[in-house]
């Protein structure tokens, strides 16, 4: 059993910084590939950024150079730095470890 604890959500302004946590329980964590998702309303959930147990990443399109997927398995956490937010990365963020789900982060965009 993993459960995922979403923060960091908030509203910024178009250009501005934020970074989201996700604090992982369960003794399995460092064998688990990470992900971060998001959804927007009226909108399919999609993949943002995805981290593999060995540390490997790989990033959707639209965030690449923006944003940065990194984890601390002695921590049990797993972070998402955003740059340069865009109105259009509004959205509810979600960590996703092994299939488990966090229940989400909201960030916002907007002048």
């Known amino acids: 059993q993993v459960q995922l604890v979403e923060s960091g959500g908030g509203l910024v302004q178009p250009g501005e910084s934020l970074r989201l946590s996700c604090a992982a329980s369960?003794?399995?964590?460092?064998?688990?590939?990470m992900a971060w998702h998001r959804q927007a309303p009226g909108k399919q959930r999609e993949l943002v950024a995805r981290?593999?147990?060995?540390?490997?990443?790989n990033y959707a399109d639209f965030v690449k150079g923006r944003f940065t997927i990194t984890r601390d398995n002695a921590k049990n956490t797993l972070d998402l730095q955003m740059t340069n937010l865009k109105p259009e990365d509004t959205a509810v963020y979600y960590c996703?470890?092994?299939?488990?789900w966090g229940q989400g982060t909201q960030v916002t965009v907007s002048s």
């Open positions: 996703e470890a092994n299939s488990y």
């Open positions: 369960g003794s399995s964590f460092k064998w688990y590939d």
């Open positions: 981290i593999t147990f060995a540390g490997s990443t």
